[in-house]
């Protein structure tokens, strides 16, 4: 049994257009505010993150949360109140429009760190329910009555911000034939990914192979987006090898820039890749807000060569799947061949699965791997 776990927080935490409405909702989670809703709370779920990102100095931001989970919860009359209708924010904006269809004498909103069945921040691997809070409550409810921003509390916001940045990578998903996070799964069946975060254990960054499939994020650790995506590109690799995975060896600690094994260099590239594509840049952010770029260009100085090399396996990847690579500007073919053909590690990636599938191994593509030190 492994963890695919980085040695970060000591050195390198080891850490990775789509209609919202087909991912798999439950059927009220349609509710629509029509004409003959008599009962609307409306508003715009946000939260407040350190921004890693950003630097060190990790600035407290403001975003909206984006595809997170809503129920509406109220009473028509006395009596306790019971969940009425169910939903997800805006994918752009964060709105929600919970309605019923009579007037309330009291209701709330309800949100969960959550969004559709896709993915879940849950509060321990032996307690997996997400994390709730309630707005404020209003009586005797007719009509739309908008409740503004509703801020996420600042001791759960970190859950909401793994919430939210899960989105650019489903939206990244690149898997043509259903909801779910790849093609190896048809609607209604998808795998879900699950994050434990608790605010007060400290380690985690961790991915939890072959036990609980979970990631697991240590408290500040979703400071960094780069982080959270990164472990979820473990899980995403799993998941497009059809719950299989590489045998890692030789990869506790692993360095973007050190020579670990072929199979660690393979995964933690991989995952690096995902978390920088995702993202649209081409670096590693950690939660205290330093970070490592992927540049590298030859013999580099403080780099290993090769492919036991993660950062020299990630950034070939990321070249190959760049806009003017020479794999069609992004990684769908990839991914798609990932669904189909399992690589224990980069050569045979692309010596192998790469020809299978009609991806170049020659001209742009060689260079790109021949920049990074890596010759087949
Ligand atoms: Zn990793």
Redesign the pocket.
Known sequence: MQL???SAGRRLR???AVLITTLGLTAAAATPATAAANACLTGTLAFDHYDAEAGTSKPLRTQVARNANWELWGRTGSGTATRLAAGITGASDGRFTACHTASLAEAYVRFRSSSTSMWRVVKAANDTTDYTFDSARRTNVSGTVDLGTVKVPSSLQRAWKVVDTMNVLYWKRANPSSSCWTARQADGRCDRITFVWDPRVADG???DYPNTNYVFLGATMPDSKHLIL??A??WLQWQLYGRDFPVVDD?NP?YVEKHSSESCAW??GF??AVAAYALGDYRYVRDDGTSVSFENDGPTPGWDDGDTVQGRVGSSLLDLWAPDGPDGGNWDRTIALMTRHFSQDFREYFTEDRPAVGLSTTGAAERILAGHTIWY
Request: net charge negative; hydrophobic share 25%; aromatic share 16%.
């Open positions: 695919i776990r980085r080891a850490f990775g960054g961790y991915w990164h472990e590109g473990h990869c692993h995964t933690e995952a690096d």
